[in-house]
């Protein structure tokens, strides 16, 4: 697939096909997250990948919203540090955003559904991945072939329009 046909193909997909994924479709997912920019490049974060159903379905109880991980063939945990420098939580943030975007639309180019979970109990994930003190974990991305139909461009995406969101040279 093609970039743009990846960027526009790509939904967050939370029902799966029971297959599992490829390990090089997964390696190759994480790779993108690996070369994800970030900060001053200072890249702080890890991955864990998990495909273990037992594990997954543990994982999906982190947050109402992470149902769909118990289902997924596979679950990344973005990974980063307690940090106890607030001011820079933000900029944290920001780059797993950029990181876990690399990775769907990643997945998306590979055919593969994607869709991210937040993590609200913080001490059960740490207890489910058997993270290090001061490693927390605050998204996951649960990934499989999509359930409902394959993922393909969308030609009319429910989004606003164009020229409503998009403004030139001053508001």
């Given at each position: 697939?093609?970039?743009?046909?990846?960027?526009?193909?790509?939904?967050?997909?939370?029902?799966?096909?029971?297959?599992?994924?490829?390990?090089?479709?997964l390696?190759?997912?994480?790779?993108?997250?690996?070369?994800?920019?970030?900060?001053?490049?200072?890249?702080?974060?890890?991955?864990?990948?998990?495909?273990?159903?037992?594990?997954?379905?543990?994982?999906?109880?982190?947050?109402?919203?992470?149902?769909?991980?118990?289902?997924?063939?596979?679950?990344?945990?973005?990974?980063?540090?307690?940090?106890?420098?607030?001011?820079?939580?933000?900029?944290?943030?920001?780059?797993?955003?950029?990181?876990?975007?690399?990775?769907?639309?990643?997945?998306?180019d590979?055919?593969?559904?994607?869709?991210?979970?937040?993590?609200?109990?913080?001490?059960?994930?740490?207890?489910?991945?058997?993270?290090?003190?001061?490693?927390?974990?605050?998204?996951?991305?649960?990934?499989?072939?999509?359930?409902d139909?394959?993922?393909?461009?969308i030609?009319?995406?429910?989004?606003?329009?164009?020229?409503?969101?998009?403004?030139?040279?001053?508001?």
């Amino acid at each position: 697939m093609e970039t743009w046909d990846a960027v526009r193909a790509r939904r967050n997909i939370r029902t799966y096909r029971p297959e599992p994924l490829e390990t090089a479709h997964l390696e190759r997912i994480l790779e993108a997250g690996r070369r994800a920019p970030s900060s001053r490049n200072e890249q702080r974060w890890d991955f864990v990948a998990v495909t273990d159903r037992e594990r997954l379905a543990a994982l999906s109880r982190v947050w109402r919203g992470a149902a769909h991980i118990a289902n997924a063939a596979a679950a990344i945990a973005l990974v980063v540090s307690d940090e106890p420098d607030r001011h820079m939580w933000g900029s944290i943030q920001y780059d797993l955003g950029q990181t876990a975007m690399l990775m769907m639309v990643t997945a998306a180019d590979l055919g593969i559904g994607a869709g991210h979970a937040h993590v609200e109990d913080k001490e059960l994930i740490r207890e489910i991945l058997d993270l290090p003190a001061g490693r927390t974990c605050t998204h996951m991305i649960g990934l499989g072939v999509p359930g409902d139909r394959p993922l393909r461009p969308i030609e009319n995406p429910a989004r606003r329009p164009f020229n409503e969101v998009v403004h030139r040279e001053r508001w």
